[in-house]
């Protein structure tokens, strides 16, 4: 059990060395995780903890690295997608140029899922998706595009149930216990580090997707992340999240309309 | 121990095959003024959104919904872990879910919730394990127990799948088995205090 007090300071000392902030992230989960680590370590105190990775940066790095992995599938919810397909992708089709955000990619199956989606729909050619995450090691997974073959039936089935138009392993080469997602998906995204908690706006886009991130954090953090959102739409830009999660509650609610209620799919609207 | 007399902030109840039916068991004994907050995880499909909660609201006096992130716990309601997310209780008495990997090849998972819920209400933590065919809730309930909690298992006999009472049960840390209309009389009692 973790006391209160002592995870406060612990996560204090970790912003204040490191500059990495957890300190308005939702704490059951967070608590969750580290108890997770210092088990599967055995580190048997926070203050254990807080000696070893605090004087030794390698330490740091897995400790991060272990406690900011999302987990993610490839065409998570297929009905959100049936609806980007349905509500987004023509009114996307009127700009020239296109530019996606996907904060929070984790391991990027939530990238090639909409890599696929937009070359279906023919926009991939002319779009540049920007996926961002906090966590390296996820990110490099996501570059190298690499998937267990034990995934496929479900990512099969999510896909069709998503309007997938062609055969899901079109987009994969199967090889041993892996899959390979097709190069030529990932000649348009930009992979690259971005912490939602503490980096700024770095371009405009006329989509962003944000599935299950928001939940992590608290109220006043997810209001912050919502306005960074907002300074990065363009007017009448789109935003998807995640099923359960909501920009209704947050101080620009004024700002967008429902384009999906059930999906969560929001428009800017000035 | 006289578990009679204790107050309680919370009840936790987790179900998995079969807990639907003995879940309107239960549930369809209490008052719509209910004055304890219960928070269920019952294993669910993700492809089924609210059925779960149409279906008991339309049997119970108790408002039944599904809990929604950051959102206050309150008594007089039945909230239930959506599907395909862990529902967690956080410090200050509200709602957080996550989409960390399943636990016990569950998601939601009973231990996820039982385990937040006993660090938050500690010995004034009342928990229910129901029906089921795997061994999710044990770990929650053997903590439960240990922070001063209550805990009960819903009697072998009366469950369609008793492997997951059993566990609880074999765990040594359930204190009381009891039927479920015995469990509805408990929780009626509770009310007393």
């Keep these: ?270 | 121990m006289n578990h009679d007399l204790k107050k309680y902030d919370a009840i936790v109840i987790g179900a998995s095959a079969g807990g639907l039916y003995i879940m309107i068991r239960i549930l369809k004994l209490l008052p719509a003024n209910f004055g304890i907050p219960i928070i269920v995880v019952q294993h669910r499909s993700k492809d089924e959104r609210t059925l779960l909660e149409e279906v008991l609201q339309q049997k119970c006096k108790v408002t039944i919904k599904q809990a929604d992130e950051k959102e206050m716990i309150q008594p007089g309601t039945v909230y239930f872990a959506p599907p395909d997310y862990h529902l967690l209780i956080e410090n200050d008495g509200s709602f957080s879910l996550s989409c960390d990997a399943p636990v016990n090849y569950s998601r939601p998972s009973i231990d996820v919730l039982f385990e937040t819920a006993a660090e938050v209400y500690k010995e004034r933590l009342l928990a229910i394990i129901l029906t089921g065919a795997n061994k999710d809730g044990s770990n929650g309930i053997k903590k439960i127990a240990t922070m001063g909690g209550t805990t009960i298992a819903q009697s072998l006999e009366t469950a369609d799948y008793r492997e997951m009472p059993q566990a609880a049960i074999n765990t040594g840390f359930v204190q009381l088995v009891l039927t479920p209309e015995a469990i509805g009389q408990f929780l009626l009692d509770t009310m007393k205090n």
């Design chain 1, 1 to 270: 059990m973790i006391a209160n007090e002592e995870y406060r300071q612990f996560l204090e000392s970790v912003r204040f060395v490191y500059g990495y902030d957890f300190t308005e992230y939702a704490e059951a989960s967070v608590i969750r995780r580290i108890s997770a680590f210092m088990d599967s370590n055995k580190i048997a105190s926070l203050q254990d903890l807080g000696k070893m990775i605090l004087k030794d940066e390698t330490e740091f790095e897995h400790f991060i690295q272990e406690i900011t992995v999302n987990v993610t599938e490839m065409y998570r919810d297929p009905l959100f997608y049936k609806s980007l397909r349905k509500n987004v992708v023509s009114r996307l089709a009127t700009y020239p140029f296109i530019k996606v955000w996907i904060a929070g990619c984790s391991t990027g199956e939530e990238v090639y899922s909409m890599a696929i989606l937009f070359r279906e729909e023919g926009l991939l050619e002319r779009t540049v998706i920007y996926a961002t995450d906090i966590n390296q090691d996820a990110l490099q997974k996501a570059r190298d595009g690499i998937s267990s073959i034990s995934n496929m039936k479900t990512y099969t089935e999510n896909y069709l149930k998503a309007g997938g138009k062609n055969s899901f392993s079109d987009y994969y080469k199967a090889k041993y216990n892996s899959v390979m997602w097709d190069k030529s998906l990932r000649q348009n995204i930009v992979f690259s580090v971005h912490n939602l908690a503490m980096d700024r706006s770095f371009n405009e886009f006329q989509l962003i997707l944000c599935r299950n991130v928001l939940i992590y954090f608290n109220q006043s953090l997810q209001n912050k992340v919502i306005n960074l959102f907002y300074e990065s739409l363009c007017p009448f830009g789109f935003i998807g999240l995640g099923n359960k999660e909501s920009l209704l509650f947050s101080e620009k609610q004024k700002y967008f309309e429902e384009v999906d209620r059930k999906e969560k799919i929001f428009m800017r609207t000035k």
